[in-house]
């Protein structure tokens, strides 16, 4: 039965953890496209990816139990800090190798086939690496505890949960699918097989029975079964991954190795069965019998005097020096030669050799060192190394994608020879260091077991898969005696329950000498060929039931095809050939020859080392050191990462990019998140009045966040997706937003849950102030409240904490990874739109109240950058203008709060527009106090902006030169001081709308106020009453005083009557501080870009203002035609002024625009736009009846033959038709919308043509 994910919401700790799917890991290959051995599984096979959902299962629930102790630990309870810190210390060491492995096998498979997917995952490695370091800094740092420390612990832990928690459930829901759908099931056990192989060995030992006790009975019986068939079916290899699994497996209890050729070396304690097998030793068998796996090294007689075990150090030193002088003069043959065609061999030389310098200073750092003296450190020398192998490798990289015909190539070929020179002094120099400092304190301080057992360390250090390529390079770099010595120390040096491992590693090791031959003392080899034969056929029937067709069947070649045949097991076992010169019998019915004194080898080879898959190993050996010595991420040295490193992205001498406007955004989120981090420390000893800011700062970063990753999900991450080389390049970041939308709703519900017990707790003490009653009962109420208090306020601490750290490595990652993406792939204009887009949708009053708020958060310098890349945006819009009047600060402003912030700011911004050139834009009584000189010369002001196109300077000059008349004849000067102080106005009396139900307001509006017209000083209920009985029109943004029609007081304009008699009596349900709009009715919103008031629920909801057209369209017309100003236009039918109009306006496919009124009188009777004449929708109808109507009329005779030429409306192509009176179709649309543009002439052929 297959497994599903694992749900992570039960596991939701302080912290949090993100939810996962429920979905079954099941192979979706059709039965129809599986090879033969694979059909021989189920219809539905268990995924090998499910191995994967056990690690996460089993680190999620370690996390949340040591989350869990730091809780305790904070709110008071005992723990044991030491305990805590080894159980962390153990799990960081665990996940830090299945990163390092992910990264080399899981992620650079995936990369093949997907793009743009597995990079990410690998970046968050690195900052799941810095959390563990932070913390175990503050593990270490245990040297006064006080109950900040003890809440700070718990906030690191939380914050270490969420994120490694997050990121496994992101796997499972992107990367495990894709995994199952891209890879057939081989490949996927291939994978997986891989992965394991590039643990290192002394990990995977501990990693393994680990797995299998964190996970249930059921699961681990699965898992079994997994691995059973992820692992190769030669008995060796399971014998040892299922040794280090715990050894009691049914699966592995199950395969009996009475026929097994290994069964010598095998421990009698691993609940197998005890040895039969013939007279013949085992090649890793001395001479002395007994129980033991190999000789008792009781005497030394088989060394040398001076010979001691830790002296091998030097046969590896000697054997890279080999390999290192090899590849110098290697690089001088090519330089003499100067064919740099193919260097792929050479490279991959370099890589092998590097990847055994690594893990073998990795070995001294953590083994040898560490050993003989804690002081020890060539930490230095081997990071040099590193540093020099990178250069090296980068140089080729750069000869290749050169050639050998570049003018460079001369310096070329004298770089790669004095690199290799240099490596190899490098390598030479420090070798002698530590074989004359260490060696020597080694021989003297230990014992000739104790160095037997660091050096089967030291080996163990490296994975599986490298061990299979180095130990036979070692050895062919050996004498025979010295291989021998290699061996034994190996052996003894190794525990009983390594016995399969070590006799692997043995016959890894013979592979190395001439033909395999065995380095046995006996020389008699390990496998007798009728024992090799018949390994399948004994492991199938010994194999128990639970365990489907083992592994041994499958090869390879399944998984990759494109390489030559080989045999059906997806290991190799190195073959014997018959040595035609000296047959023996019994070596010729074994198929075997002896070789010099002994026999060849036969041990299994992992099958990985193969490039199949296109798998490098380099970059996780160094991300495997870096992390060892500095618990620093991967290194980013893989193919993964590519373009996003390119430096000149991130130069400063570029110019500012529109999209960086966005990002500026992140700039203030980090602000904020920041400030509930530091703030919630204080929520355990606080006031009423700072948890309600606290409260209101969390809603205000949580609104703004949302509005932020709703503009990146909806417009920013599809305009990436648009382009085919970014597939799948922001799936990860939207699994993230969904993440941190939970974590948000989170924190709300405790805040909630904190705020209600903080009022509890309050009303309690003032309660108990005032009656001293069952004061005991009382006490025990609030000590177990004020406990809860206490509690809650540590896990929201934890909560902020990993909220922040959370957000702030998302940031970071979207800066690194998608913000270059921009720039590459999307050009300056493609950038204005998009942004356009983002804040089109976002409202005036989340403007007002985000500008400030982002703007708080940069300098003076990234706030003109920021504003001037709005503006280029919003050119053809109003925004300039509603930024000037919503950034003045009125006091009657529906968002006072946030504007005070921004007064020093506005002022700011205000004098730097006077300086450019702004056009000034006087009141009434400054138009009626010019003297006709000061007009003229602000016309000719209007007349040289540069800004302005000339449609507007000539609307705004018309008004200027009549409004100075309208003033003179309308105006009677009054001083607004006479009505403030009580005299009665014109109109000051109430309007009702509804008489007899009293409702105040007029036909156009229901409203509780009368509006003072600054033109004529008459009171109205609306501008449309005004206009009715007056010959000019009013302008509402100049209105500023109003009538409340209960206490017919004249005040200034604002949302409530301030008169205290009235007790704050609303106006009107909407306000509108910029239009003086009152409406108690309809739902409105003011458009920023528009600069009016609409009709709708607001932006981003039900509309959208496109920044081309210069209009507020409904959400559905995203995708239509766009007009530049289309809407700053007359209806063309009752020529009305679209922009400010009152009544619906309808958008026409064109791009042009009509009241819907006049729409649908118009459509009465014509059907094509009377602006630029093409149909008005989808004709196919009407043209169908055309055609009918066409094909049963005849025309006379002399009709028949004629032509005309015609250009269509709707495709804008010119052709020719048949000749008639009034319909003329397109011989390429179909349209009858055309038009002759030539007489008729007489043609033999009048069939239609282009």
Not at 488 to 499: I, V
Request: contains cysteine.
């Amino acid at each position: 039965m297959a497994t599903p994910l694992p749900d992570f919401e039960a596991a939701r700790g302080g912290g949090g953890v993100a939810s996962s799917s429920t979905t079954v890991l099941t192979s979706s290959v059709p039965s129809s496209s599986r090879s033969p051995v694979a059909n021989s599984f189920s219809e539905e096979e268990i995924s090998p990816i499910l191995i994967f959902l056990f690690f996460h299962k089993a680190v999620c629930s370690e996390l949340e139990a040591l989350h869990r102790l730091a809780l305790e630990f904070a709110t008071g309870h005992h723990v044991d800090l030491r305990l805590l810190r080894e159980r962390y210390r153990f799990l960081r060491s665990i996940y830090k190798h299945h990163c390092n492995a992910e990264d080399e096998v899981i992620f650079s498979a995936l990369d093949i086939r997907v793009k743009n997917v597995a990079q990410t995952y690998s970046l968050e490695h690195k900052g799941e690496s810095s959390l563990f370091d932070h913390l175990f800094e503050l593990l270490n740092s245990a040297t006064e505890i006080d109950e900040s420390y003890r809440r700070e612990l718990a906030s690191c832990t939380g914050a270490l949960q969420t994120s490694v928690s997050q990121h496994l459930a992101k796997e499972q829901k992107q990367v495990f699918p894709l995994l199952i759908e891209k890879f057939k099931y081989e490949e996927q056990a291939y994978i997986v097989w891989r992965f394991l192989c590039s643990i290192p060995v002394n990990m995977l030992a501990v990693f393994l029975p680990w797995l299998s006790s964190s996970i249930s009975i059921d699961e681990s019986k699965e898992m079994q079964t997994c691995l059973s068939k992820i692992v190769p079916g030669e008995k060796l290899l399971q014998q040892v991954i299922f040794t280090w699994l715990g050894g009691k497996s049914d699966t592995a209890a199950s395969c009996r190795i009475e026929d097994s050729p290994f069964q010598c070396c095998l421990d009698s304690s691993s609940s197998m069965l005890p040895c039969k097998t013939s007279r013949e030793q085992c090649a890793c068998e001395g001479s002395k019998a007994g129980k033991r796996k190999y000789p008792e090294l009781t005497k030394y007689d088989s060394f040398d005097a001076q010979m001691h075990p830790v002296d091998e150090i030097k046969l590896w030193h000697k054997s890279i020096n080999k390999e290192m002088k090899e590849i110098a003069d290697e690089a001088r043959k090519i330089q003499l030669s100067g064919d740099f065609s193919d260097l792929s061999a050479f490279d991959e030389r370099l890589q092998f050799i590097a990847e055994v310098c690594i893990f073998h200073s990795l070995a001294e750092d953590k083994i040898i060192f560490p050993a003989v003296d804690g002081e020890f450190s060539f930490s230095e020398e081997h990071d040099e190394e590193e540093n020099q192998f990178n250069e090296f490798r980068c140089l080729i990289e750069n000869i290749k994608s050169a050639g050998a015909s570049s003018t460079s190539a001369a310096e070329f070929y004298t770089k790669l020879c004095s690199h290799a020179d240099q490596i190899m002094e490098t390598i030479q120099s420090h070798f002698h260091n530590e074989e004359i400092q260490v060696l020597p304190l080694a021989r003297k301080n230990f014992s000739f077991k104790r160095q037997q057992e660091l050096l089967y360390q030291s080996l163990c250090i490296m994975p599986l898969r490298l061990i299979e390529r180095v130990l036979p390079w070692l050895t062919a770099s050996l004498t025979e005696d010295e291989a021998r010595n290699f061996l034994k120390n190996m052996q003894a040096g190794a525990p009983k329950s390594d016995a399969a491992l070590v006799t692997l590693f043995s016959g890894w090791a013979c592979k190395g000498r001439k033909a395999g031959e065995c380095l046995s003392p006996n020389g008699n080899g390990l496998c007798p060929g009728k024992t090799l034969n018949n390994i399948e056929e004994v492991c199938l029937q010994s194999c128990h039931a639970c365990v489907s067709v083992p592994c041994s069947s499958r090869s390879i070649e399944l998984c990759c095809q494109h390489q030559d045949k080989r045999p059906a097991k997806r290991t190799a076992v190195l073959s014997c050939e018959k040595n035609p010169t000296t047959p023996h019998s019994s070596e010729v019915a074994n198929g075997c020859q002896p070789s010099g004194n002994g026999r060849s080898c036969c041990v299994p080879d992992l099958g990985v080392n193969s490039n199949c898959l296109g798998l490098g190993s380099l970059p996780a050996a160094k991300a495997m050191r870096s992390s060892s010595l500095n618990s620093a991420a991967p290194a980013l040295n893989s193919s993964l990462f590519v373009w996003e490193m390119d430096s000149n992205s991130f130069g400063t001498g570029h110019a500012e990019r529109p999209v960086a406007t966005i990002f500026k955004f992140h700039k203030a989120i980090s602000k904020d998140l920041e400030f509930l981090d530091v703030e919630s420390g204080k929520l355990i000893d606080c006031d009423e009045t700072f948890i309600r800011q606290f409260i209101g700062r969390f809603h205000l970063l949580w609104g703004f966040y949302k509005a932020h990753s709703n503009a990146e999900d909806d417009i920013l991450f599809p305009a990436l997706e648009s382009k085919e080389t970014l597939h799948n390049v922001s799936h990860s970041y939207t699994l993230d937003h969904k993440q941190e939308e939970k974590l948000f709703g989170d924190i709300y519900s405790v805040l909630t849950e904190l705020s209600v017990l903080h009022e509890k707790l309050q009303t309690d003490s003032m309660m108990g102030d005032i009656a001293q009653t069952d004061t005991v009962q009382t006490e025990i109420d609030n000590g177990d409240c004020k406990k809860k208090y206490n509690e809650l306020a540590t896990k929201l601490q934890g909560m902020c904490k990993s909220i922040k750290i959370t957000l702030d490595q998302h940031i970071f990652l979207e800066e690194l990874e998608l913000w270059p993406l921009f720039d590459k792939h999307f050009s300056i204009q493609e950038q204005d739109k998009i942004v356009g887009r983002i804040i089109g949708t976002t409202g005036a009053e989340v403007l007002q109240s985000m500008l400030p708020w982002v703007t708080s958060a940069l300098s003076e310098d990234e706030q003109n950058r920021m504003m001037d890349t709005w503006k280029q945006a919003t050119k053809n819009t109003m925004f300039d203008e509603w930024l000037n009047e919503c950034w003045k600060g009125s006091p009657d402003s529906s968002s006072q709060e946030t504007s005070k912030p921004s007064l020093q700011r506005d002022t700011d911004h205000q004098e730097i527009l006077d300086q450019t050139g702004q056009l000034f834009k006087p009141g009434w009584k400054d138009i009626f106090r010019m003297n006709q000189n000061e007009l003229e010369a602000e016309i000719r002001k209007v007349y040289q902006d540069t800004t302005l196109d000339p449609r507007r300077k000539d609307y705004l000059v018309q008004n200027w030169r009549t409004s100075r008349w309208i003033a003179a004849q309308q105006k009677q000067p009054k001083e607004t001081e006479t009505a403030l102080n009580g005299d009665v106005a014109l109109g000051c009396s109430p309007s009702f709308r509804d008489p007899e139900k009293q409702i105040y307001g007029c036909e156009h509006y229901k409203r509780n106020c009368k509006l003072r017209a600054a033109c004529c000083d008459q009171l109205f209920t609306c501008r449309f009453c005004h206009d009715k009985v007056s010959d000019h029109s009013m302008q509402r943004k100049l209105v500023t005083e109003m009538l409340c029609m209960r206490c017919l007081k004249v005040q200034p304009v604002g949302p409530i009557c301030t008169t205290p008699s009235c007790d704050g009596f609303p106006m009107a349900k909407h306000y509108c501080s910029i239009c003086k709009l009152f409406d108690d009715e309809k739902s409105v919103y003011h458009c920023p870009f528009c600069n009016l008031c609409r009709v709708g629920e607001g932006l981003g909801i039900d509309y959208f203002h496109c920044m081309t057209c210069n209009c507020c369209l409904g959400m559905k017309l995203v995708n239509h035609k766009c007009l530049e100003k289309s809407l700053e236009t007359n209806c063309p039918i009752c020529c009305e002024f679209l922009f400010t109009s009152s009544e619906t306006v309808r958008a026409l496919p064109c791009g042009h625009y009509m009241h819907s009124a006049c729409f649908q009188a118009y459509t009465c009777s014509h059907y094509t736009c009377p602006i630029c004449g093409k149909s008005l929708g989808d004709m196919a109808v009407y043209f169908g009846m055309l055609d009918a109507l066409l094909a049963a009329e005849e025309l006379p005779e002399e009709y028949k033959n004629r032509c005309q030429d015609i250009l269509c409306n709707d495709c804008e192509r010119k052709g020719t038709t048949q000749f008639h009176w009034l319909y003329h179709k397109c011989g390429m649309c179909g349209s009858y919308n055309t038009r002759v543009i030539k007489s008729e002439t007489t043609a033999p052929d009048c069939s239609t043509s282009s």
